[in-house]
């Protein structure tokens, strides 16, 4: 069955840097898109990222243009999400989710358990 | 593109039907998803492409609508279905979800 399991969220203070990693199993990673989305504690979802299934193409939320950087290692199954120059309102569970198609469907048909990332001084 | 569902909770009981809207600032034709989230749990998927009902989801939920304005619907509430719901455009990126409906027992 299809796995994702994040990992990496931890404590930092603001203007410090964080890797995320989603560890995925069951189906063939490298035909899918991937995703990462993050929910603020106790508020809705905000889409962050999307990469192609091949890396081609990556899109960012306005939110973390130029701050975060999306990628993915298809021969090791994970994807990646480096947050720089961190703030406050970056605090949220940091969900992976997978994209229906190679990355174009922009449907989250299956989604971790979600990491952590506080953000405080 | 700014997405708007209401009402943003809604109180229910069980064997209810109960309707979720979701207006989207500018047409995106049938591009839209809906997921459900329980306290402490990622979404999980119900809907897709407006329509579609996600594999090993109950035929209770349905999805409807086309341009602007969408609906969720769940007919006879069971009681696993109060949680929380979302709507998401996929027509474009930044994609962009709702502020989310939480359905609570009534």
């Known amino acids: 069955q299809v796995q994702l399991v994040e990992s990496g969220g931890g404590v930092v203070q603001p203007g410090t840097s964080l890797r995320l990693s989603c560890a995925a199993s069951g189906f063939t990673f490298s035909s899918h898109g991937m995703h990462w989305v993050r929910q603020a504690p106790g508020k809705g979802l905000e889409w962050v990222a999307v990469?192609?299934?091949?890396?081609?193409?990556?899109y960012y939320a306005d939110s973390v243009k130029g701050r975060y950087t999306i990628s993915r290692d298809n021969s090791k199954t994970t994807l990646y999400l480096e947050t720089n120059s961190l703030r406050a309102e970056d605090t949220a569970v940091y969900y992976c989710a997978r994209d229906l198609s190679t990355g174009g469907s922009y449907i989250f048909d299956h989604w971790g358990q979600g990491t952590l990332v506080t953000v405080s001084s | 593109i700014q997405m708007t569902q209401s009402p943003s909770s809604l109180s229910a009981s069980v064997g209810d039907r109960v309707a979720i809207t979701c207006r989207a600032s500018q047409s995106i034709s049938g591009y839209l998803n809906w997921y459900q989230q329980k306290p402490g749990n990622a979404p999980n998927l119900l809907i897709y492409?407006?329509?579609n009902l996600q594999t090993g989801v109950p035929s209770r939920f349905s999805g409807s609508g086309s341009g602007t304005d969408f609906t969720l619907t769940i007919t006879s509430l069971q009681p696993e279905d109060f949680a929380t719901y979302y709507c998401?455009?996929?027509?474009?990126?930044?994609?962009?979800f709702g502020g989310g409906t939480k359905v609570e027992i009534k």
């Open positions: 492409t407006a329509s």
């Open positions: 998401q455009q996929a027509y474009s990126t930044p994609l962009t």
């Open positions: 990469i192609a299934h091949d890396g081609t193409n990556k």
